[in-house]
């Protein structure tokens, strides 16, 4: 069964940065795509980044490019989101989540974590 554990949520002025992890268990971490997505209050949750099985391709919503990295260390079986300049539009509980297949995408995804909090303050 796979498992998503995201983490390194919490407070921050605006302008300032934030890492979040994803920490996947259950199977082979390297054979598929990742991404991560976040939902605000009262909003449908929405695509954020997303990253391929080697890390070579990743794509973005264009609210968080220029500001926003996503990586993985398929050795650590471990995915992250660094967020730079962070705006109060950003917050919302980020999700992490894994692809059915090894090529990122903003669909089709199978596991979810459970959500990490990231509250960006004016």
């Known amino acids: 069964q796979v498992q998503l554990v995201e983490s390194g949520g919490g407070l921050v002025q605006a302008g300032g940065s934030l890492r979040l992890s994803c920490t996947a268990s259950?199977?082979?971490?390297?054979?598929?795509?990742m991404g991560w997505f976040r939902q605000a209050p009262g909003k449908e949750r929405e695509f954020v980044a997303a990253i391929s099985w080697t890390g070579g391709t990743t794509l973005y919503v264009d609210s968080v490019k220029g500001r926003f990295t996503i990586s993985r260390d398929n050795a650590k079986n471990t995915m992250y989101l660094q967020m730079n300049s962070l705006k109060p539009e950003d917050t919302a509980v980020y999700y992490c989540?894994?692809?059915?297949?090894?090529?990122?995408?903003?669909?089709?995804?199978?596991?979810w974590g459970q959500g990490t909090q990231v509250t960006v303050s004016s």
């Open positions: 989540a894994q692809r059915t297949t090894t090529w990122a995408s903003s669909r089709d995804y199978e596991y």
């Open positions: 259950g199977r082979t971490f390297s054979k598929y795509a």
